[in-house]
């Protein structure tokens, strides 16, 4: 392999991949290649915007931490994330769609009882949740591993408030005998995603909003059914069709009722304006191999 050319570089480096002992590992390798061959080709790329990207790429791993994961917000704003969810994911239009997990999620939140509070005592309007889990029958799925995580009134996650260590605004619940899980906590924001890495970056070389509507993430997991991974967005706010990342779907818009106090459905449970969130999630069955 000497004397390599634009015209001969690709296939030689494909050559030396075919023996490897995974077959979908050499099938994934020689397709990257071959677009990023293609790509490199097609843009005429130089040696000072390889060098660039290069450096791009490295700062972007540079800021991963255990609570930072800046390659997901890059594969998310890219709208890899969601290209593989969708390719991954095909549900009918009856089963709860999936979106982005994002870069906020924690395993080391709390397990809750049903009707928990898990604001923490941060300042906001209340937010009452009730959620409901069954099947495409209808019928209740009990026992499913419900987690729950949003940002608070301004925007922020919990690992984002200064001089908080545990966990707020997140936890796990399970479903009851009738598919049921609830929680109070206080109303969601919509926010700016991180601005101040490689993806800001990219987000202000492209002319791009950063701000995300506002939600609430859900992962719902049970036994005998696919997991969902998805989130519930205001159906009042201003940017749903702005999403940075590209996981608003229709289906997961919903109505988030306000009431003034000592109104409505929870007027015994707070003493000011609320807002309650109903919804029910549908499962898919796990596919037969």
């Known amino acids: 392999m000497r004397d390599l050319t634009s015209d001969t570089i690709t296939e030689a480096v494909i050559s030396t991949m075919r023996d490897a002992k995974d077959s979908r590992l050499a099938e994934i390798l020689e397709s990257l290649v071959r677009h ?34 800046e390659f997901i917000l890059l594969s998310d704003v890219l709208g890899v994330t969601m290209l593989v969810d969708a390719l991954s994911h095909r549900r009918p239009a009856e089963a709860t769609q999936n979106s982005v997990l994002g870069p906020f999620f924690r395993d080391d939140r709390p397990q809750q009882p049903d009707a928990a509070d898990i604001s923490a005592g941060l300042p906001g309007t209340p937010l009452f949740f009730e959620g409901l889990v069954v099947d495409r029958a209808g019928a209740p799925v009990a026992g499913a591993a419900v987690d729950v995580w949003h940002s608070d009134a301004d925007g922020h996650y919990d690992v984002d408030v ?101 109104t409505g459905p929870c007027r015994g449970r707070t003493d000011g304006p609320y807002t309650l969130l109903r919804h029910t999630f549908v499962l898919e069955p796990v596919l037969a191999d």
């Open 162 to 262: 200064p001089g908080r260590v545990d966990p707020a605004m997140r936890a796990l619940f399970r479903t009851d005998e009738t598919g049921h899980f609830g929680f109070r906590s206080i109303r969601p924001s919509s926010y700016p995603i991180p601005g101040d890495g490689t993806v800001g970056e990219l987000m202000g070389a492209t002319g791009r909003s950063l701000m995300r509507p506002a939600h609430v993430h859900l992962l719902i997991e049970a036994s005998g059914f696919q997991r969902v991974t998805t989130m519930l967005f205001p159906s009042d706010d201003p940017y749903l069709d702005a999403d940075p990342v590209f996981g608003v779907k229709q289906s997961l818009v919903a109505p988030y009722d306000t009431y003034d106090a000592g």
């Open 36 to 69: 990023v061959h293609a790509f490199v080709e097609e843009v005429a790329l130089t040696e000072e915007e390889w060098a660039q990207g290069v450096d791009f790429l490295t700062r972007t791993g540079q800021l991963c931490t255990s609570t930072r994961q």
